[in-house]
């Protein structure tokens, strides 16, 4: 079996959506690459448990396991509509339980955005903007 180098979640894990990340592809999607992976023959289920629809995508999550939160990138099988499930702006993207026992596809990305939303970007151009202004009243 080639589960023993895959990580598993356990129960009481959350994920957060990874951002930036849908410029990484692989060759086959996502999906079918986990598929293969884990050797996996029919299509799985979401694996956000309050869901229960066919997963249509490999999303790319961050592991949060209680206050410990994984920098590394994981790529789990979800539905298209908990893939894209943001948060509002300037905050993290939502946590989402997920089941225990899913195999976890590990990518060779890092998630370096201090938030993980795509929306701290422009929040932090704003505040870059407003302490710049600071600085040219202030140094007058």
């Given at each position: 079996m080639l589960e023993w180098f895959l990580r598993k979640t356990k129960s009481g894990d959350y994920v957060i959506n990874a951002c930036n990340t849908s410029s990484d592809k692989a060759w086959t999607g996502w999906l079918q690459r986990?598929?293969?992976r884990t050797r996996q023959t029919e299509k799985p289920f979401c694996s956000v448990v309050d869901c229960n629809k066919i997963a249509t995508v490999g999303a790319h999550v961050r592991i949060i396991r209680g206050s410990q939160e994984f920098a590394s990138i994981y790529v789990?099988?979800?539905?298209?509509?908990?893939?894209?499930?943001?948060?509002?702006?300037?905050?993290?993207?939502?946590?989402?339980?997920?089941?225990?026992?899913?195999?976890?596809?590990?990518?060779?990305l890092h998630n370096l955005c201090r938030y993980r939303c795509r929306h701290y970007c422009q929040y932090k151009v704003k505040r870059k903007r407003r302490w710049l202004r600071f600085l040219k009243i202030f140094l007058k």
């Open positions: 986990w598929m293969q789990i099988p979800m539905c298209h509509g908990c893939n894209n499930r943001q948060g509002k702006k300037s905050e993290p993207p939502p946590r989402m339980a997920v089941h225990k026992n899913i195999l976890l596809l590990e990518t060779n």
